[in-house]
């Protein structure tokens, strides 16, 4: 059974700082790359932040640079989004995202966490 479950959420004010995490089972977590979306109210899905599956390759939003960081280990089956310097407009449910591209043209599959609410308010 594949589970990705996300943990951390919550109100926090502008300024503030939260750590979410995301943690998988049911599959080989080392194998895959890890992503942080985000989705507001009336807003399309928007990728925040990705890693590789080694850990060594992250890519951010333009929006998060600099204030979030994605860091993953590997022996806890565990993804993490650190944010600080929290700004009203990160406001969103945040999803975590595992994915695998296989070699070959085999094919490829995708995992989705049910999300966390975080709320950036004063």
């Known amino acids: 059974q594949v589970q990705l479950v996300e943990s951390g959420g919550g109100l926090v004010q502008p300024g503030g700082s939260l750590r979410l995490s995301c943690a998988a089972s049911?599959?080989?977590?080392?194998?895959?790359?890890m992503s942080w979306y985000r989705q507001a109210p009336g807003k399309e899905r928007e990728l925040v932040a990705r890693?590789?599956?080694?850990?060594?390759?992250?890519n951010y939003a333009d929006s998060v640079k600099g204030r979030f960081t994605i860091s993953r280990d590997n022996t806890k089956n565990t993804v993490y989004l650190q944010m600080n310097s929290l700004k009203p407009e990160d406001t969103a449910v945040y999803y975590c995202?595992?994915?695998?591209?296989?070699?070959?043209?085999?094919?490829?599959?995708?995992?989705w966490g049910q999300g966390t609410q975080v709320t950036v308010s004063s």
């Open positions: 995202n595992a994915d695998r591209i296989l070699p070959y043209g085999i094919g490829s599959d995708e995992y």
């Open positions: 890693i590789k599956n080694t850990g060594g390759s992250t």
């Open positions: 049911g599959f080989t977590f080392s194998s895959y790359a």
